[in-house]
């Protein structure tokens, strides 16, 4: 059995993040690291791996991104993934959705007939949580997404989907594409002995061109999607103070939130 859990290696939230010249997010010129939303779909996808003791199978870690991209990767093999693949070209700089699906489907079939291909819920930069129904697209693969709660028997997968209203309980069968919510579990920490072990796991590195893909179908210049233009977040400003001296305190605090349409 093959598993494929794809990871994205994203800007460092408490870092200072900036955009590029061309309204495209930098991920070279500052600290990133494993997007923690993708965190949870290596932990299912190794679960779904333990949970079939004796079963034949491997986990692969799939990243496409700059070259620090390839801590994403690293990241996934001290979790415990098998091997790891890094898709890294300067065409692929500025893709949207659409390309980097492409992208991704390709590597997919790569890296050889697939069982399972695992996603995050969303990346924690762009937080558009499309990309999985594309890539399910582009493979021919039925979909389960949005995941709480997985489990696996023999060629079935069953899932649980948390809405506002109801928990629905999907099944699917194997081959599909999977993408799992932060509900799902919490993700481990890599072990001494798990980050030792992965210095010595394979990890490829491929070009869009190893992957068939024309330069053209990819980046800035091929994305039906584009930011128009930034702002830096204004910065805190001071908040007011409510006092109770003369008791008009409770008075001044309705007035206050009624004004800013809180009540």
Known sequence: MNIVV???YVPDATADRQFKSDNTVDRVGVDGLLSELDEYAVEQALQVKEKRDGE???VTALSVGPEKAVDAVRKALQMGADKGVHVL???IAGSDAAATSLVIAKAVEKVGPVDLVVFGMASTDAGMGVVPAMVAERLGLPQVTLASVVETQGNQVRIKRDGDAATEVIGGTL???LSVTDQSGEA???SFKGIMAAKKKPLETFSVADLGIDAGQVGLAAAWTQVEATAA???RTAGEIVKDEDGSGATALVEF???KKFI
Do not use: G
Request: aromatic share 4%.
């Open 257 to 259: 939130l009624a004004s």
């Open 89 to 91: 070209d300067d065409a």
């Open 175 to 177: 081959p599909l594409v």
């Open 56 to 58: 034949e199978i491997t």
């Open 6 to 8: 794809c990871v994205k």
């Open 233 to 235: 977040r204004p910065p």
């Open 188 to 190: 481990r920490y890599p």
